[in-house]
């Protein structure tokens, strides 16, 4: 079955780093966007960063140009967010979206993963 499943979230001081990972089976991983969304309790869900299918593009939240990077790995069924200078404005729970486009829209989302930035 599809199953999109992030890790590397954590508590983290504000100006570190940290990694998420999305590691995707079920579906063919190549075919899809993807892309990082982040949610606060009580607001709506927020795009972060997308990549296109074969990762010749990439877009970003105006909030976290130059900080954040989304990179993937067609090879290893994986979609990353290298997440740098945190702020405590990025704690939020993140999730992956898969989206395949071509004639028909089909949409995949992971559980998520809490980031809390914090000292």
């Known amino acids: 079955q599809v199953q999109l499943v992030e890790s590397g979230g954590g508590l983290v001081q504000p100006g570190g780093s940290l990694r998420l990972s999305c590691a995707a089976s079920?579906?063919?991983?190549?075919?899809?966007?993807m892309s990082w969304y982040r949610q606060v309790p009580g607001k709506e869900r927020e795009l972060v960063a997308t990549i296109t299918s074969a990762g010749g593009m990439t877009n970003y939240a105006d909030s976290v140009k130059g900080r954040f990077t989304i990179s993937r790995d067609n090879a290893k069924n994986t979609v990353y967010l290298q997440m740098n200078s945190l702020k405590p404005e990025d704690t939020a729970v993140y999730y992956c979206?898969?989206?395949?486009?071509?004639?028909?829209?089909?949409?995949?989302w992971g559980q998520g993963t809490q980031v809390t930035v914090s000292s």
């Open positions: 079920g579906f063919t991983f190549s075919n899809y966007a």
């Open positions: 979206k898969a989206v395949y486009t071509w004639g028909v829209t089909i949409t995949y």
